[in-house]
Each structure stands twice: as structure tokens, then as C-alpha cells.
């Protein structure tokens, strides 16, 4: 069993996986990690770079936004605050794959603001990060509301995203953002 998820993994290019809860120490950690293996794989600096700062963001995002889900296990209600993260690597690309639960109730406007964020080009990326930043308003966690126009100018890529509802309460919403290394 273990052999098939380690070959999965090669087969899909995943050089890091990690499912469970997102604290401010595990953050730091896997940026650690990764920084340490795409030195260790002679990855070319601006590249490099690109990467880092868009699994920063990544990451800083699912920190701050992830919903806790409430679920029951053996009758006894039970707080899940896990999430996902997968880096690949594609012939010319890295990807970053995020997961994590959210309130059906914040789908409509999180997917509102991912489509303004995908039909933007590279200039209007940086009039709205500009204009939102100027405007100072915070969303109710404290954010600006950056983080996804952040990951778009970084990776300079459109994001790929999804929605999968579990419940009537949750679905689980997925951020793919790819950086391409040419």
C-alpha cells in the first residue's frame, strides 16, 4: 500500500504533501523545507523566488481563511481545522495545490473574486492590489483581501480553483497555482 502512494507520487510529479492543521510554526516549517529542497535541486534563483512567494501566499491564505469544520465523530462534535498542501513539478511548471474547508455561505463571494482576479491582466492585477491596499478596508479575518491577487501576479498564471460542497454547510475549495519556469 504504501509502494502505490509513492509511486502515485512520482507518477504525478508531487514532491510534497501534507494533510493536517495549519498553525503559524507549520507554516515556517515547510517554506524551511522547500526553500532547503529547491536549493538542494539547483533551481535557477527567479524561479525560485517565484515559487517561494507563491506557497507564501498560498499558505498565508489557507492560514487565515480556513473555516473549521464541525463535524461528529462517535456523537461527540469535533473541530477540524485541517487543510491540504501539494508542490509539484511539471515538465516547465511548478504547481501549488491547496485545500480546505469553507461556509457554503462564503462560496458566492469567494468565487466572485476569483473570476475578477482570473479576467485580469497583468496590469489591472496591479491597479486593483493597488487600489484595494489604498482603500485599507479588512475583511472580517483581519485581511486585506491580497492574497489572491498576490498569488495571480506572482505565479503570473490564472488560478485554478474548485468548489465541492461536503455538507449543507461546507464545501472544500481548492487553489491551484501554477509558475511557470521558463
Do not use: W
Amino acid at each position: 500500500m504504501t509502494y502505490s502512494y509513492y509511486k502515485n507520487m512520482q507518477v504525478n510529479n508531487i514532491i510534497f504533501v501534507y494533510q493536517g492543521e495549519v498553525t503559524a510554526e507549520l507554516v515556517s516549517s515547510i517554506l524551511h523545507m522547500m526553500e532547503n529542497k529547491l536549493d538542494g535541486d539547483g533551481e535557477d534563483k527567479k524561479i525560485k523566488k517565484k515559487v517561494f512567494n507563491v506557497m507564501v501566499e498560498c499558505l498565508q491564505n489557507v492560514y487565515h481563511h480556513l473555516d473549521t469544520l464541525e463535524v461528529s465523530v462517535d456523537d461527540t462534535e469535533v473541530n477540524d481545522r485541517t487543510a491540504l498542501l501539494m508542490i509539484g513539478k511539471e515538465e516547465k511548471d511548478y504547481y501549488v495545490i491547496t485545500g480546505n474547508h469553507v461556509l457554503n455561505e462564503r462560496v458566492a463571494a469567494l468565487r466572485s473574486r476569483l473570476e475578477k482576479v482570473n479576467s485580469c491582466d497583468k496590469n489591472e492585477l496591479k491597479n486593483l492590489y493597488q487600489s484595494i491596499l489604498n482603500d485599507g478596508e479588512l475583511s472580517e479575518k483581519g485581511t486585506a483581501g491580497l492574497g489572491m491577487i498576490d498569488i495571480a501576479r506572482k505565479s503570473g498564471q490564472k488560478l485554478g480553483y474548485d468548489f465541492h460542497p461536503v455538507s449543507d454547510k461546507y464545501s472544500f475549495f481548492s487553489l491551484e497555482a501554477k509558475i511557470a519556469r521558463y
